[in-house]
Nanobody
Framework: QVQLVESGGGLVQPGGSLRLSCAASVSIFSARRVAWYRQAPGNQRELVAAMSSGGTTNYADSVKGRFTISRDNAKKTVYLQMISLKPEDTAVYYC?????WGQGTQVTVSS
């Protein structure tokens, strides 16, 4: 079973930036899709960003132009660069690789 460990979350002011990391216990080279989801209190988990093995990306409309997903196969790590953060980005962020989930990392955007 794939183990995923997210990190990089924290408290940031509106307009700030964070970079989330998701380290996998196995190679992600053959993962056809890697993705980040988020879940805010009282809400369902929603897709934030995804990337195919070929590099094709898709983003939720609410984060387009502000978030960037990337993958480093050599480091077995998936990243989510987030800029211009808004209070509505506050949530627990989860990565998804090979149908496995990490434990999540909390992102709180507040002044």
């Amino acid at each position: 079973q794939v183990q995923l460990v997210e990190s990089g979350g924290g408290l940031v002011q509106p307009g700030g930036s964070l970079r989330l990391s998701c380290a996998a216990s196995v190679s992600i080279f053959s993962a056809r899709r890697v993705a980040w989801y988020r879940q805010a209190p009282g809400n369902q988990r929603e897709l934030v960003a995804a990337m195919s093995s070929g590099g094709t990306t898709n983003y939720a409309d609410s984060v387009k132009g502000r978030f960037t997903i990337s993958r480093d196969n050599a480091k077995k790590t998936v990243y989510l660069q987030m800029i211009s953060l808004k209070p509505e980005d506050t949530a627990v962020y989860y990565c998804n690789v090979y149908l496995s989930w990490g434990q999540g990392t909390q992102v709180t955007v507040s002044s």
